[in-house]
């Protein structure tokens, strides 16, 4: 079954990457086994990407925090307050993606 | 979720039943002609970005009143973070539009109305705050573009309303009645008045007793009975006519001002927001004016962005980016834009709560933030005109461009570096034109000259708020000095 992993953006006022270059590279390589659910869900999400545009990272609040109870954060050209260069960002949270749901114990899946 | 998109917001301003007046002639509809379709079109981006997942961070917001989300123009700010977003919302804006999206007005006036009507009614005994919350609700509900009305034409500066010649200079209550009043007057400058749905009107300047009367503030539809537009010219308005679109600069986005008068308007009491209460007349303009200013840090830095990649541009098309003389000019537009920008930040972050409980953005610092835009602007402008070269006031036109036989000749002497088309150089010329002379400057110019007070008014508030006998005493500490 697919996993659905959510996604927020921030507002795009100071963009220093290509958010949505960035997020369909991603789909593409988390086709198949997970999908991309775009605004709010019912239901909080394992895990969710914050797609900030600039190190501000000003979508980062507490009330975009409890939409999932883990985030991977993109703030520019830096993953979890890692720098890395835009060409490669899909790849990394594609891998982070990935080894999270591997590192999760199946029991504690709600 | 009550978010209209920008082709119902499109259909919505159809059904309006405005009475327009543009270069002499009634406008029988508005939404299609074309010197006011651009302006349109900006107010419509505020719609459709809002339903972006992209954007909807910045313009998007959840309304204290429903828990909805609901567009940024119809929130009241409800913490530092809601200001921040806010200018950060404007500085999007006037990037995607490269011109005055005109919504900001009606938010600004939403928010000082909020906090200054819940004040005076704690102290009067009044219900103005309970009308205007019933108003937010169906704003928010109906996601409307409100246009906030405070400029008076004031006829002679150095007499008050009630001694002005003519008494409808100021908009006044010229009749009260036991199912409402009756309004006269006019209010200049009105920043997107023909695309609204409602209007928003407040005093222009604090009252006196003696001047009660034009102490109101009152909401009603865009096109309720008695009032009437007359749309003001802008430089180079002419050239949508044309048919040529590369010479207006910005085919798709503009802003526009207009005169709305007021022909004995009955307002209902329920949509009265004030009347004659004059002692709270100075406060609510004054929150209005620090809002507005504190606007400007976000949407003229927009546009800023826009010229300063037009200017670069330029100068790659020109082969004169490597030019040292060139990239210190891009460096100082760079400059001063983030330096508006700072301001704009600076004074959301350093607000505070007010007793109804929406946020007031720091004065001081919002003053200065537009004390700031009366004058970066124009040295944007300046060197962005200084990198462009004087062929941006000197080029022919479109229609030359085109010609069979004369084309290939523009073609060949407009050209720039080999490997960029002459259309294309010609395009972000006429862009930069269109920002610094034509459409556009009434938006990034003047209006940063004038728009939210004029500079006069920034230094006025800069004093009364700048603290200086702390500051005195802070020197007399250092120097030693006691009495």
């Known amino acids: 079954m697919m996993k659905r992993i959510g996604l927020k953006y921030c507002g795009g006022c100071n963009p220093h990457i290509e958010r949505s270059r960035f997020v369909d590279e991603l789909k593409r390589k988390l086709a198949g086994d997970f999908s991309l659910d775009v605004g709010c869900s019912t239901e909080k999400w394992e895990l969710g990407i914050l797609v900030c545009g600039c190190p501000v990272a000003c979508a980062d609040r507490p009330e975009t925090r409890s939409l999932a109870l883990e985030w991977i954060v993109v703030s520019g050209q830096i993953v979890d307050l890692e720098s890395i260069s835009e060409n490669e960002l899909a790849t990394v949270v594609a891998l982070k993606i990935k080894e999270f749901f591997e590192g999760r114990n199946p029991h504690e899946v709600a | 979720m009550p978010l209209m998109t920008g082709e119902q917001y499109e259909e919505s301003l159809r059904k309006l039943n405005m009475k327009v ?181 407040m005093p222009t300047m604090t009252m006196a007793k003696e001047d009660a009367d034009y102490a109101v503030s009152f909401v009603a539809p865009a096109d309720a009975a008695g009032i009437s537009y007359i749309y003001g010219r802008q430089s180079c308005d002419t050239r949508k006519l044309e048919g040529s679109p590369i010479d207006v600069g910005n085919r798709q986005y503009g802003g526009h001002e207009a005169l709305m008068v007021f022909d004995d308007v009955f307002i209902p009491w329920e949509n009265v927001l004030m009347a004659g209460e004059y002692e709270f007349s100075g406060p609510l303009v004054e929150r209005f004016a620090g809002y507005h200013r504190q606007s400007y840090g976000g949407c003229k830095v927009g546009v800023g962005d826009v010229l300063i990649g037009a200017a670069a541009l330029a100068a790659d098309y020109n082969g004169a980016m490597k030019a040292s003389h060139i990239k210190d000019k891009l460096i100082e537009m760079m400059h001063l834009n983030e330096t508006l920008y700072a301001c704009g930040i600076a004074c959301s972050a350093e607000g505070n709560k007010t007793a109804s409980g929406n946020y007031l953005i720091n004065m001081l610092l919002a003053n200065v933030c537009k004390q700031n835009v009366t004058r970066f602007p124009y040295e944007i402008a300046r060197l962005a005109e200084d990198i462009a070269g004087g062929l941006m006031v000197t080029m022919a036109s479109e229609k030359d ?51 939210a007070g004029s500079p006069q008014a920034q230094r006025i508030m800069i004093s009364r708020q700048g603290n200086l006998e702390q500051k005195k005493n802070l020197a007399k500490e250092l120097a030693g000095i006691k009495e």
């Not at chain 2, 299609?32 to 910045?58: C, F, G, W």
């Not at chain 2, 006269?184 to 409602?198: C, F, L, M």
């Not at chain 2, 069979?404 to 395009?427: C, D, L, N, Q």
């Open chain 2, 21 to 201: 007046y543009l270069l002499g002639e009634i406008v029988k509809n508005p939404v299609d002609h074309p010197i006011i379709r651009p302006s349109m079109n900006s107010v419509k981006l505020t719609y459709s970005l809002a339903q972006d997942p992209q954007y909807e961070d910045l313009m998007t917001a959840t309304s204290h009143l429903t828990g909805n989300r609901v567009n940024r123009f119809c929130h009241l700010h409800r913490s530092t973070g809601d200001l921040v977003s806010k200018v950060k919302m404007q500085r999007l804006l006037g990037q995607k539009s490269g011109a005055c999206f005109q919504r900001c007005v009606g938010m600004d006036a939403i928010n000082a109305v909020d906090s200054v009507t819940f004040e005076m009614d704690r102290k009067l005994g009044t219900k103005y705050h309970e009308r205007f919350n019933k108003f937010l609700l169906m704003m928010q509900e109906q996601d409307l573009t409100v246009d906030g009305a405070m400029t008076d034409p004031k006829g002679d500066r150095g007499l008050p309303p009630h001694k002005q010649a003519d008494p409808d200079l100021f908009v006044r209550i010229a009749q009260r009645k036991s199912d409402g009043i009756i309004v006269r007057g006019a209010k200049a400058h009105q920043t997107g008045a023909i695309n609204s749905h409602w209007i928003l009107v």
């Open chain 2, 401 to 451: 461009l085109k010609h069979p036989e004369i084309g290939k000749v523009v073609e060949k002497y407009f050209r720039g570096v080999a490997s960029v088309p002459t259309e294309h150089r010609m395009r972000i010329l006429r862009l930069i034109e269109n920002i610094t002379l034509g459409t556009a400057a009434v938006g990034y110019r003047t209006e940063s000259m004038h728009g």
